[in-house]
C-alpha cells in the first residue's frame, strides 16, 4: 500500500489545480452580489486562472528540468495554497483576479510535473495503473468543479471554494516531502524566458481586447491597441522560437497536419464543451432564481454522461483510430451545443438536459485520447513537449472561449433589449452577470443571449470535429498511456 502514498500526493495537487478552473463557475452571482463586480471582472475572474496556466505551462516544465519536478511541483503547492487564501480574503474584484492569476502560475508548476513524478516513480504495470488513476482525477475534477463550487457557495460562502484549498496543499506538501523521491534532473537545456514573455503577451492581450471590445465595442481604441499588441507579440514569439537552441515549443511540430488537427481540436473542445458553462449558471441562478446546489446539480447530466462514456471507451474503444473518438466526440459536443439552444422567457433547467447529454457524451469519447494523439503525432523526443502545447491549447481555448462567447451573449442581451429599457447597454451589462430584475423582458433576453452562446459553441464543435476528421491521419497504433521520455515534465 505504501508504493501509492507518491500517486496519492500527486493526484490530490492535480485535482486541487483542475477543479479551480470550474469551481469558480456557480459561485459567479454570488461573487458578483458580495463584491459588486462587473460582468468584465467575472470573466477575468474565469480566464486569469486558465491564461496563467496556458501561457506557463511549458515554461514550467522547463524549470521542473533543471531544477527537479519535486521541487518545483511543492513550490507550486506552496504559491497555490498562499494566493488561494488571498482568494478567499479578496476585499474586492481586482484582488481577486489578481490572486487567480497567482493561483494560476501555482497551478501551471503543479500540472507540469504531475506526470514528470509518477514518470519517475512507478514502473511497468504499476505506471499504467498510476496514469489511469491520474486520468480518472483529472476528468473528476473537471466535471466535478461546478458541483463542488454549488456545494460550498450554498452552505458555506463562495470564499469557501478558494479557502478548502489549504487544508488539501498542506497534506499534499507533506505527503510529497515524504513520499515522492526527485526525479532525474536532465540539465543543460536553458530557459526559453524571451519565448514564455512573448507567448504570454501574445495570450494576454488578445484576451484583454476580446474582453474590453465586449464593452467598448472592435472598433474602440483600446481593443485596437490590445489586437496589435498581440500580433506583435505573436511574430516575435515566432522569431525567437526558430532561432533559439532550446525552444519553449519547436515550430518543426506544426508541419504535422495530425498535430495541428489535434491542437485546434482540444482548443475548440474546451471552447465549445466547457466556456458556455458559465453563462449557463449565471441564467440558472439569475433569471431562473436557483441556489448555487440547484445550479451545481444542473450541470450534472454532462458530468455524469462525460464520466460514465470515459470509462467505457477506455476499455471498448482502445482499438479504434483516435481520428474517430476524437472527431466523432467533437460532432457530438457540437450537437450537444446545439441542443440546449432551445431556450425562451418560459424554460425551466431540465430544457438543457439532452443537450448536456449528448455534449457529455462527446467529451467523454474525445477527452481520454486527445494527450496520447498528440503524443503519437509527435517524434518520440518531442513527445512531453506535444502534450505540453496540447494542455496549453487547451486552456488558451477555455479562456477565449470565455471571452469571445461573453461578447456573444451580452451582445445579444443588448439587441434584445433594445427599444424595451432606457438604456439598453448598462442593462445587458447587469443581466449578463445575472445581476437585473427578473422581468419578462430580461427573462426573454438572457434566455436568447444564452441561444446564441450555444449556437456559437455548437459551431465552434462541428468545426472542430471536422477538422479532426480531415487532417488527422494515423501513423501508428496509438497508446493509451502517454511514452516515458526526458520531456515528460511538460505533459
Aim: aromatic residues 6%; proline residues 4%.
Amino acid at each position: 500500500m505504501r508504493k501509492w502514498w507518491p500517486l496519492v500526493a500527486v493526484c490530490l495537487g492535480a485535482f486541487m489545480l483542475l477543479v479551480d478552473v470550474t469551481i469558480v463557475t456557480v459561485a459567479l452571482p454570488a461573487m458578483a452580489k458580495s463584491l459588486d463586480a462587473s460582468f468584465t471582472a467575472l470573466q477575468w475572474v474565469l480566464d486569469i486562472y486558465a491564461l496563467a496556466l496556458a501561457a506557463l505551462l511549458l515554461g514550467a516544465g522547463s524549470l521542473a528540468d533543471l531544477f527537479g519536478a519535486r521541487k518545483v511541483y511543492v513550490a507550486g503547492l506552496v504559491l497555490f495554497a498562499v494566493s488561494s487564501l488571498a482568494c478567499g480574503l479578496a476585499p474586492n474584484a481586482t484582488t481577486l483576479i489578481a490572486a487567480r492569476g497567482a493561483q494560476g502560475v501555482g497551478g501551471a508548476a503543479m500540472f507540469t510535473t504531475t506526470l514528470a513524478l509518477l514518470n519517475s516513480t512507478y514502473q511497468g504495470r504499476d505506471r499504467g495503473v498510476a496514469f489511469g488513476v491520474w486520468g480518472a482525477v483529472n476528468g473528476l475534477a473537471a466535471a466535478g468543479g461546478p458541483i463542488l463550487g454549488g456545494l460550498l457557495t450554498q452552505h458555506v460562502n463562495w470564499r469557501s471554494i478558494f479557502l478548502v484549498n489549504l487544508p488539501v496543499t498542506v497534506i499534499a506538501i507533506a505527503l510529497t516531502l515524504a513520499v515522492v523521491g526527485e526525479s532525474r534532473r536532465t540539465g543543460g537545456a536553458r530557459i526559453d524566458l524571451a519565448g514564455m514573455v512573448s507567448f504570454t503577451t501574445c495570450a494576454g492581450t488578445l484576451t484583454y481586447g476580446l474582453i474590453r471590445a465586449g464593452d467598448d465595442g472592435f472598433t474602440a481604441t483600446m481593443p485596437l491597441t490590445m489586437f496589435g499588441l498581440a500580433a506583435v507579440a505573436l511574430i516575435v514569439f515566432v522569431v525567437v522560437e526558430k532561432r533559439t537552441r532550446d525552444p519553449l515549443l519547436d515550430l518543426g511540430l506544426f508541419r504535422n497536419r495530425s498535430f495541428v488537427a489535434v491542437l485546434i481540436g482540444g482548443a475548440l473542445l474546451m471552447a465549445s464543451a466547457f466556456a458556455c458553462l458559465a453563462f449557463t449558471s449565471l441564467w440558472l441562478q439569475g433569471v431562473l432564481g436557483l441556489g448555487p446546489v440547484r445550479a451545481g446539480a444542473a450541470l450534472i447530466p454532462l458530468a455524469g454522461a462525460s464520466f460514465v462514456v470515459s470509462a467505457v471507451a477506455g476499455r471498448f474503444l482502445h482499438g479504434v483510430s483516435p481520428r474517430l473518438t476524437i472527431g466523432i466526440g467533437l460532432l457530438l459536443i457540437g450537437a450537444g451545443s446545439g441542443l440546449q439552444a432551445v431556450l425562451d422567457a418560459g424554460s425551466s433547467s431540465t430544457a438543457i438536459i439532452p443537450g448536456l447529454i449528448v455534449g457529455g457524451v462527446g467529451v467523454g469519447t474525445s477527452i481520454p485520447v486527445l494527450s496520447a494523439a498528440a503524443m503519437s503525432a509527435a517524434p518520440p523526443q518531442r513527445g512531453g513537449m506535444a502534450g505540453g502545447a496540447l494542455n496549453t491549447f487547451r486552456q488558451l481555448g477555455y479562456a477565449l472561449g470565455v471571452a469571445v462567447l461573453g461578447i456573444v451573449f451580452r451582445g445579444r442581451i443588448e439587441h434584445v433589449l433594445t427599444g424595451h429599457v432606457a438604456n439598453p447597454h448598462a442593462m445587458a451589462g447587469a443581466a449578463s452577470g445575472g445581476q437585473a430584475p427578473r422581468l419578462p423582458i430580461i427573462r426573454a433576453a438572457v434566455a436568447s443571449g444564452l441561444n446564441e452562446v450555444y449556437a456559437v459553441s455548437a459551431g465552434l464543435g462541428i468545426a472542430a470535429g471536422i477538422i479532426v476528421l480531415a487532417l488527422f491521419r494515423t501513423r501508428r497504433r496509438t497508446a493509451v498511456q502517454p511514452a516515458p521520455d526526458r520531456e515528460k515534465a511538460t505533459a
